[in-house]
């Protein structure tokens, strides 16, 4: 159980376009998603937390403009990074997590490259 | 405020030798902690957890960690390395409550690397 996919697995784009990932919780509800950025050979760095059917809370320095998080039900979320530029080039993770529960269940990562 | 310290980013060992991988944290409320492993282009997978019950934890894979509050330490440790065992690793804190439950600090990660 506990089981959370991502698409896609790994995207290349042009810069200036936007990219879509979808995290999904294939055998619970999750009330709580977060998003992951970790890069090359570095710690994961939380980027936002969203909970179903509100906006989500971006950490300290990072755009909520430029990473649009939707959760629009129990059991999926949207991490669309818009205008893409080579700098979002990354490794980009989600989880998921039950509502006053500690644990969280991570997805396999998508792997962005904006060219 | 949280955060993790992982001291030694990268650990080698010999095949069939103790594993140590050291972890200090610091939380302003009692915290959870948990240790997890990342193969290459892959997400997390949690080897172990300490939610406030036993101080000794066990894991996964062999795995276990010991929750030591007076040295706010939670090392992960393993008998005998397995060949299997080399990636890289994370402790993570996250606060048992207030505005910040639920969210997980990571350490910086540690290699660790095996040798026949």
């Known amino acids: 159980g506990a089981v959370v996919s991502q698409h896609p697995s790994r995207v290349i784009c042009k810069s200036g376009t936007s990219v879509k990932i979808e995290c999904r919780s294939l055998d619970f509800q999750a009330t709580t998603m977060f998003w992951y950025r970790q890069f090359p050979k570095k710690s994961l760095m939380l980027m936002a937390t969203s909970n179903e059917g509100s906006k989500a809370t971006y950490e300290q320095g990072v755009e909520k403009d430029k990473f649009l998080i939707n959760h629009a039900s129990l059991t999926l979320s949207t991490l669309t990074v818009t205008s893409a530029h080579p700098e979002d080039s990354s490794f980009y993770i989600c989880?998921?997590?039950?509502?006053?529960?500690?644990?969280?269940?991570f997805g396999p990562g998508t792997r962005l490259t904006v060219l | 405020a949280q955060s993790v310290t992982q001291l030694g980013s990268h650990v080698s060992v010999s095949e069939g030798a103790l594993v140590l991988l050291r972890c200090n944290y610091s939380s302003s409320v009692p915290p959870y902690l948990f240790w997890y492993v990342q193969y290459p282009n892959q997400g997390l997978q949690l080897l172990l957890k300490?939610?406030?019950?036993?101080?000794l934890v066990k894991g996964i894979n062999g795995f276990e960690a010991e929750f030591k509050k007076s040295e706010t330490s939670f090392h992960l440790t393993k008998p005998s390395a397995h060949m299997s065992d080399a990636a890289e690793y994370f402790c993570?804190?996250?606060?048992?409550?207030?505005?910040?439950?639920?969210?997980?600090?990571f350490g910086q990660g540690t290699i660790l690397t095996v040798h026949p």
């Open positions: 993570a804190v996250s606060e048992a409550g207030g505005t910040s439950y639920g969210k997980l600090t």
């Open positions: 989880s998921a997590g039950l509502f006053h529960s500690n644990e969280q269940f």
């Open positions: 300490y939610t406030s019950a036993a101080t």
